[in-house]
């Protein structure tokens, strides 16, 4: 039911930064973003907890990613620095909703995502 809306997304070239955005159209709790990048999986890159705000990383986001949420309620942002190329992916932001804190479950609504592309 909780409609999710990335924003920030674009073309840049390595080394360059983005800020990508992400408003809620309910209530959430955790948040986090996955990205798929071309020919792989879906991968986690971070995540916020509700509870405490302790944050977490992927292996190949730690250090150059940060996670944070808005004062607003419910949005939150990735700040990506010194991309590179491997970063090229589409991102999707994610939420755990009411259901899901119900189940003690966490992802339960996922955006449409976001293409990010890095040349070199």
């Known amino acids: 039911q909780v409609e999710l809306v990335e924003s920030g997304g674009g073309s840049v070239q390595t080394g360059d930064s983005l800020r990508l955005s992400c408003v809620a159209s309910?209530?959430?709790?955790?948040m986090g973003w996955f990205r798929q990048r071309p020919g792989k999986d879906r991968e986690f890159v971070a995540a916020?907890?509700?509870?405490?705000?302790?944050?977490y990383y992927g292996d190949r986001a730690r250090g150059r990613f940060t996670i944070s949420r808005g004062d607003a309620g419910n949005t939150q942002n990735l700040q990506m620095t010194n991309l590179t190329p491997e970063d090229t992916a589409v991102y999707y932001c994610?939420?755990?909703?009411?259901?899901?804190?119900?189940?003690?479950?966490?992802?339960?609504?996922w955006g449409q995502g976001t293409q990010v592309t890095v040349s070199s």
């Open positions: 916020i907890r509700w509870s405490d705000g302790e944050t």
């Open positions: 309910g209530r959430t709790f955790t």
């Open positions: 994610v939420a755990q909703v009411v259901e899901t804190v119900r189940r003690g479950e966490l992802f339960g609504a």
